[in-house]
């Protein structure tokens, strides 16, 4: 089964070329340089919000993987040097969270998407949602009707959602595409039976939302 790493950045200065001096650092010497062994999902600026933070997904298949790549970086001498560099002018904080995969959201569904080649940069939108314990399985279940009816009318498709391993365990987090045509990022729910989103919103509400956008070292175009 896979695991993923949600990683979430936030740089300072808050200044368009300290953002552009990291982007340009973490493209070329942590996702392109470590493809081999380290698969990038996707790379996302929030559409709202402060303009110096950015959130990625990374793909593994075990967690021991997970260990071995960020060994590997460590033990990169030019990787280090720059990195030392880097932070003689600017301070990066990052965040990170694994979690596996729900049972419906699939390895085949995510290479579906990462396969496809889009005509421009498509939008995205991140969602938080409260997964108590006891009614995990009833909300798991009426998550799958609501993926079901989207895809079905073409208004959004689930790219994953998984659950946090360590920390905050009772909660899901989501991320969908939204078609071309979408010119209403927000996560509404226009013709989706308004009974499955009343239980779901009283077992599992969601927390937050945010719409997003590719950044330059996305697979998820």
């Known amino acids: 089964m896979s695991v993923f790493i949600e990683t979430w950045h936030r740089i300072l200065p808050l200044t368009p070329e300290a953002y552009d001096r990291f982007l340009d650092f973490y493209a070329r010497r942590v996702v392109e340089a470590s493809r081999e062994f380290l698969e990038n999902v996707g790379g996302w600026k929030f ?3 402060d303009t110096n933070c950015d959130i990625c997904l990374y793909r593994y298949d075990s967690v021991a993987q997970v260990g071995e790549t960020m060994a590997s970086f460590g033990a990169d001498a030019d990787y280090l040097k720059e990195v030392n ?3 003689a002018d600017i301070q990066i904080e990052e965040t990170r969270t694994l979690g596996t995969p729900i049972a419906s959201a699939t390895d085949v569904r995510l290479d579906a998407i990462l396969d496809e080649t889009p005509p421009a940069a498509r939008r995205y939108f991140r969602v938080e949602r ?3 314990t006891l009614a995990r399985p009833e909300a798991l279940a009426l998550f799958d009707t609501l993926v079901a009816a989207h895809e079905k009318q073409g208004s959004r498709r689930l790219v994953t959602a998984f659950e946090p391993m360590v920390g905050d ?3 899901l987090v989501e991320i969908w595409v939204l078609p071309e045509s979408t010119s209403d990022p927000s996560h509404a729910h226009a013709n989706i039976d ?3 989103l009343q239980r779901l919103a009283e077992i599992a509400p969601e927390v937050t939302g945010a719409s997003m956008q590719p950044v330059c070292y996305s697979r998820l175009g």
Request: proline residues 13%; glycine residues 6%.
């Open 194 to 196: 308004p009974k499955l």
């Open 47 to 49: 559409e709202q919000g």
């Open 130 to 132: 409260s997964l108590p």
């Open 85 to 87: 560099a880097l932070f």
């Open 169 to 171: 365990v009772t909660k």
